[in-house]
């Protein structure tokens, strides 16, 4: 046996899902046993993903201040700009899972207490990773160009977040605008979601349209009401029931908001939300 084959006699060749560079995957004996993910990206992209490991706000999963990884990780694609230090308090360090009493906010849940509407209707989210550069171009690699596979590198790790949730009644997602759905052809939010019994029970309200290019009070005012249950979702008994929402990308909030509140207002109990990026600082606008 030369040296190339007990190179591969000890690992496995995969090409990575994101750049397709073929590269050498170890086996150990988590993988043979399936106690890990097969990797699906090679080491540079994986690297340039920021995981959440560490939360400042156990309400909305603001992670911490300090990047949590990020060595040769990508930078915040709205350029120079600092992040918003200020939003959260830098000795604060938390598991990034959900937990019973999310008491310790960022300013930003703050202020979502002082709007009224939403005061009594908490939303608890986590992300698996920070909303860099990199983490922008692979979301747009599936949502816009259509490579529907690299879904795969989140669904399961998404599953996995949940795990400190507790019973969940009912998991859905975000519907998508009906031109956006004819135009791709998929809701990337549900391929998110394939790991998960999901429910199609929200239905878009013409109110929804265009919020991304308002500001914040715009985004909050066009957000109520935006979306409503489907006929069939009306028939159910929603009174103290969980539920879960899976998204893409988490950037105010407002929408994962505005869809917890139909669940709130028939009588459910908790809602929250998972994600696969969390946007800091100052992100641009998804288009
Ligand atoms: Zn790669
Ligand atoms: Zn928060």
Known sequence: MNRQD????LSHTNRCLYCDTPFYEEISWRWAFGLTDNQLLCPPCQNKLESITTIGCSMCGRPSVEKTMGKTGGSDPSGSDPPEIGYVDPSVRLPNTFIKHPDVLCLDCERWKDTGIWADHPLQHRALYVYNAHLQEVIARYKYRGDAKLSELFSGKLKKLTRSLGKIDTVTVIPLQEERLWERGFNQAELLA?????????????SSDK?????????????????????????TDWQDKRVLIVDDI??????LRAAAEVFYTEGASHVFAVTVARATGKMKREP
């Open 6 to 9: 007990m190179r591969e006699g």
């Open 250 to 255: 988490y950037t105010t909030g407002a929408t």
């Open 211 to 235: 919020q991304s290019k308002r500001d914040r009070s715009g985004r909050i005012a066009a957000l109520k009401g935006a979306f409503s249950l489907s006929t069939a979702a009306r028939q």
């Open 194 to 206: 394939e790991r998960f019994p999901v429910q199609h029970v929200l239905e878009r309200t013409s």
